[in-house]
């Protein structure tokens, strides 16, 4: 949900180069990643002259350790709305962690609050077009969680969520999307899904 975030770090043919978004100055970004990732990132974007145009805050840490005080001593406010961005995230963390990741987004979060990102189920892994991916990533000692019931994953303590598939983004009906989604731009993987919860208790 910034600048960064949103631009590719090796620009491809024009047509299929994304759009900065052009967020507000005042527009607090948190960035979080893995340890020494983000200045890498950073000297990449700047190399190609990508400036971000709001207020964005890396922070190193291991989401699946303590990462709470570093966003809030970042400037995080928890008494105002954030909208959690976990793109290409939950599935590679144990489903132990990825639980514990919701928890602490909760204790962060104000009234008003969204969270969004995606997620595979059980249908990912049963698609033999990905057994190979998947023994690929289980020989270097990892593997994938599936989230089999998302709305119930994602609606707790006073959340509820949404579930979208790729089909939805094509036909623009998440709500996020003023315009559907270009076909290029689909993700055909059969076992992907989006989510969006809100937080009004
Ligand atoms: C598929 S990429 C998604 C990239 C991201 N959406 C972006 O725009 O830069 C997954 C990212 O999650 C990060 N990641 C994986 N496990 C993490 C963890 N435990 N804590 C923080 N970041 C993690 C990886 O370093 C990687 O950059």
Redesign the pocket.
Known sequence: MSD???LPTRPGPPQRRRKPLRLPSAFRYY????PG?LSD?ADRLTTAGLVPTCDRRPID?????D?HQLVIDAGLRTDEPTLW?????IQ??PKE?ARNLFHDMHALSATGSAACGDFVDGEFFSEPEHHRMLSRIATLGLSMTSIDDPIHWFAHEGWSAQIFRPSDLLAGSHPFLSIPIPERLAVRRPGIGYFLAKYQP
């Open positions: 960064l975030a949103s960035e979080v990643e893995l990732r990132k840490a291991d989401l699946t350790g990462w961005f976990a793109e290409g995230l590679y963390l962690r």
